[in-house]
């Protein structure tokens, strides 16, 4: 049994070849498919899809996985962190505005 990639009629280097191109120049298909009745469309799908690699997108301004929460490690992280900041604010606001209140004689408590 062989283990490597060179076939004897060379079809897995070749599709190797071909994958190495896609990758590394990328590959567009878009497509419409509309479904109609009676003259009346109903439903129209729009398709778009890019196949390359990371960093040919990158090169082409593509990186919305970097910002998905369910592709991104480390969202839930920062979203706690945030949150930990915003409370932080929160509570020193407060401590500003109380510290900053009117005392009886309508001069700032010191």
Known sequence: MRTDLQATNGRA?????VLDRVLDKGL????????SLAEVELLTIRIRLIVCSID??????LDWWR???HLAP????LAAENAALRRQIRSL???VAAGARPTGRGRRAE
Do not use: C, F
């Open 13 to 17: 280097s070749g599709l190797v070849d």
């Open 28 to 35: 567009v298909v878009a497509g419409d498919i509309k479904v």
């Open 74 to 77: 480390g969202r839930d992280r």
């Open 67 to 69: 910002y998905d929460t």
């Open 93 to 95: 606001e407060r401590r």
């Open 56 to 61: 040919k997108a990158e090169q082409i301004g």
